[in-house]
């Protein structure tokens, strides 16, 4: 058995050898000699705090294979292939590989070859990988994202429920739950469901010392981010709440003759999403204006800011985002923008996304009537969705339809895709009977089969826009053709520029009105509670913000942080003299709005400034070029 001096110097042999580093962060060290000495643990880091590393590296230490439960599969891949671009042996398990290349991974984990196997919560019920992890050395177990197992957490997962009956096959394994936002509610949670009786917790406090925080209630927010960005040369990422505001405000920028913008969302091809993460992953001036779909298992260190265009729909969502700023140690700001008529405006938003029961079941049924699926039935196929044409039959708002599928799709009964993905077309019969097919159709499926590899033999993707292309055809008629030889029963077309559906469990009618519907309205009413904590909080101008993100996170005793605006605007260092010094000394160098001036000054509140303004006016040492910019006199 080896000595703790001699775990101690391998753990940080392997620290420098794989990552780079020469000591651990906060409560690193601790936890991973926990894991490696078997024991249940719960880590608490926030947001940048070096998640991963806890178990990334217990697993190299450890003999055996680290099984990995994480709740997304874009996750999975990208942990998967930085650790394998630091030459470490980890692998995926997911539905879109084959059975050879599944019998190829459970090979190389029999063998104690990889290190990390990540699986979805799933998976932990799937018939075979339960046989074939019987035969696999498994060193301890790390529930990423663990918050997923609470009601009462972020994006709950009912699959997450399958980890204690799985635990059961592995008494004598430990057990690693990570997560960056759990409040004392979920934690509790985490201890129950997860089945931990003897185990330590490891929390580290949530404050961000190098993060200062700022809210504005700003009427033109186009005008406010781009004062911002052209007068910062940084990296950072600018959170909205649409697909729409991503695209518009990148554009306005792109117009204002700003090229270091970009957009990013789920409606992007994956090979759109690739090029634009890459290009600002390895940027030190990009933005990257977003929807919450990006963000999650990023690792870039040098964000310096990170900008809501809006408020996010809860404190959790808010503290994950701009956790992303400042990994560096570096200064680094957050900006939270809003205005009163907005937040009324998101109020009726929540509230017109909420369907009634009534309006609830009246979805589900039209989703399977439309696809001829009966009770206990469970298809195989993928089905392309409408969800204007299920607005167009059931009378419902496309807002309460999505609400009711984004839920369906989260408690896994149905898979949905929203991105923009290649077509796929196949045979609907065998190739040798194409002759006997009518001239118009077989004509042009032979054109098909020459024009799309593999049509022949299985379901085959491809590029419409390249078929088109090469067949000299438009896209509409091409769609068109492709639609009418589906409807005839000759091939199963699939567009991969619309949504699909994929049913993930069996017809079951009475859960719906029963378990789903008691879940569906405990969760919107678990939103509309977080919705009203994060209005408080954007709202409220007496106490320190990072102060209440630490008290909603359960630190009691939490002080100041000294950083946001709240402490500097009370801060008697701040004085008039020394803002009206700074004033001053930045309008020497050049003319500039109050907003300009605000960011010019490190950030501070507009209204202070206004004040300050008007009294040097007053004095004579500066004067107005115009009804907005401000000059030396």
Not at 307 to 329: D, K, T, V, W
């Amino acid at each position: 058995m080896q000595s703790s001096i001699q775990i101690s110097k391998i753990i940080t042999e392997t620290l420098q050898d794989f990552w780079g580093y020469d000591s651990f962060r906060d409560s690193q060290e601790d936890i991973i000699n926990t894991i490696i000495s078997g024991k249940d643990t719960i880590a608490l880091l926030p947001t940048g705090g070096g998640k991963s590393l806890c178990y990334q590296l217990p697993a190299l230490v450890l003999e055996g294979t680290c099984l990995v439960i994480s709740p997304l599969l874009a996750l999975m891949k990208d942990q998967v292939q930085q650790l394998k671009s630091k030459g470490i042996e980890a692998e995926y398990l997911s539905s879109e590989l084959d059975e050879a290349q599944e019998e190829e991974i459970y090979g190389r984990c029999i063998e104690g070859l990889t290190k990390l196997l990540y699986v979805s919560p799933e998976r932990l019920q799937n018939k075979n990988f339960l046989e074939r992890i019987e035969e696999i050395s498994i060193s301890f177990i790390a529930v990423d994202e663990a918050h997923c197992i609470s009601e009462w957490g972020q994006d709950f997962r009912p699959s997450y429920q399958n980890i204690k009956n799985f635990r059961n096959q592995f008494k004598s394994v430990p057990c690693l739950a990570l997560t960056a936002t759990a409040t004392p509610k979920v934690i509790d949670d985490i201890k129950v469901k997860l089945g931990f009786n003897q185990y330590l917790i490891f929390k580290k406090s949530f404050k961000r010392d190098n993060i200062s925080i700022f809210i504005d209630e700003v009427s033109d927010k186009y005008q406010y981010i781009f004062d911002l960005l052209k007068n910062t040369n940084s990296s950072g990422i600018i959170y909205v709440r649409t697909r729409k505001d991503a695209e518009d405000l990148s554009y306005f920028l792109q117009g204002k003759k700003l090229q270091n913008v970009d957009f990013f969302h789920a409606g992007l091809s994956v090979k759109e999403k690739h090029q634009k993460q890459e290009k600002w992953l390895k940027s030190n001036q990009n933005v990257l204006i977003s929807t919450n779909a990006f963000g999650m298992g990023i690792d870039k260190d040098n964000v310096q800011f990170v900008i809501h265009f809006s408020p996010p729909a809860s404190l959790e969502n808010y503290y994950q985002e701009i956790g992303r700023a400042g990994r560096n140690g570096e200064k680094s700001y957050a900006f939270l923008l809003w205005n009163e008529q907005e937040l009324l405006n998101l109020d009726q938003v929540f509230q017109n996304q909420t369907p009634s029961k009534k309006e609830f079941l009246r979805t589900i049924s039209y989703l399977y009537s439309k696809f001829m699926i009966g009770e206990n039935e469970l298809p195989e196929q993928i089905f392309e969705l409408s969800i204007s044409k299920i607005q167009e039959f059931t009378k419902i708002s496309q807002a309460k339809i999505k609400n009711v599928l984004n839920f369906m799709h989260n408690q896994e009964l149905i898979y949905l895709n929203t991105s923009k993905n290649l077509s796929t077309l196949e045979l609907k019969f065998e190739v040798y009977d194409l002759e006997n097919l009518p001239k118009k159709e077989s004509y042009f499926i032979e054109l098909l089969l020459r024009n799309i590899d593999g049509l022949s033999s299985h379901k085959a993707p491809f590029s419409e826009a390249n078929l088109c292309k090469k067949l000299g055809v438009e896209s509409k008629e091409l769609k068109a053709r492709l639609r009418e030889i589906h409807k005839k029963g000759f091939v199963d077309y699939l567009d991969g520029s619309l949504d699909s559906i994929r049913f993930l469990k069996q017809r079951e009618d009475r859960t719906f009105e029963g378990k789903w519907w008691n879940l569906f309205e405990q969760i919107q009413k678990n939103k509309l509670q977080k919705w009203e904590e994060m209005k408080f909080y954007t709202r409220n101008k007496d106490f320190c913000k990072m102060k209440l993100i630490l008290t909603y996170f359960g630190e009691k005793n939490a002080k100041n942080c000294g950083n946001c605006y709240v402490c500097t605007e009370k801060n008697p260092t701040n004085n008039q003299q020394s803002l009206e010094k700074q004033i001053l000394e930045a309008l020497t160098k050049r003319a500039a709005t109050i907003d300009e001036l605000a960011i010019m000054l490190h950030f501070h509140q507009r209204e202070a400034l206004q004040d300050h303004l008007i009294f040097l006016l007053e004095l004579g040492k500066i004067k107005m070029l115009d009804f907005r910019t401000y000059t030396i006199k």
